[in-house]
């Protein structure tokens, strides 16, 4: 069976799209925070294809994850 009417996952920072696999930090999306003590920024998935798209968890990994919070998921 083929979806011809797949999901499409888009992640955003800044209004900015992040590429899928993007390893590279860029203020322009919100990725690089560079020297900071605090900061709150905020990412958004959208699903940009025609098919319902499922988001059954969120989490954080990788160093530092400490640093890092989750907040504002509905």
Do not use: K, W
Not at 11 to 18: A, E, F, H, M, Y
Not at 46 to 69: A, C, E, M, P, R
């Amino acid at each position: 069976v083929v979806n011809n009417n797949p999901p499409e996952i888009d992640v955003t920072g800044n209004s900015t799209s992040i590429a899928s696999g993007d390893v590279t930090p860029s203020t322009s999306d919100g990725t690089d925070f560079g020297t900071i003590g605090s900061a709150s920024t905020t990412y958004t998935i959208n699903n940009s294809g025609s098919g319902d798209l499922y988001i059954s968890s969120v989490s954080l990994s990788g160093t530092g994850v400490s640093d890092y919070t989750l907040s504002g998921i509905n």
